[in-house]
């Protein structure tokens, strides 16, 4: 069964910085796609970034320039270095094997003065 941890999350001021992990366990990590989606409150879960096995890299618009999916295959995680925040990507992130039903529990990231 696969697992999904994320880790660091919390509250920056506008401006800021976070990096996000995402372990995941019981599976073959390196030859997947990993995404990190995020879910605003009142709001449908939108797709920020993606990183396939071979290591392309997709971003939504609104997070071009700023945020960095990162992948290292010997750890088994994947990461969201987020720039520059703003009080608009306040979410809780989730990390998802794409293809697959498989979501961790999320880390809440809160941008505010």
């Known amino acids: 069964q696969v697992q999904l941890v994320e880790s660091g999350g919390g509250l920056v001021q506008p401006g800021g910085s976070l990096r996000l992990s995402c372990v995941v366990s019981?599976?073959?990590?390196?030859?997947?796609?990993w995404e990190w989606y995020r879910q605003a409150a009142g709001k449908q879960r939108e797709l920020v970034a993606m990183?396939?096995?071979?290591?392309?890299?997709t971003y939504v618009d609104s997070v071009k320039g700023r945020f960095t999916i990162s992948r290292d295959n010997a750890k088994n995680t994947v990461y969201l270095q987020m720039n520059s925040l703003t009080p608009e990507d306040t979410a809780v992130y989730y990390c998802?094997?794409?293809?697959?039903?498989?979501w961790g529990q999320g880390t809440q990231v809160t941008v505010s003065s």
């Open positions: 998802h094997r794409r293809g697959y039903d498989d």
């Open positions: 019981g599976s073959i990590f390196s030859i997947y796609s």
């Open positions: 990183i396939t096995g071979g290591g392309r890299l």
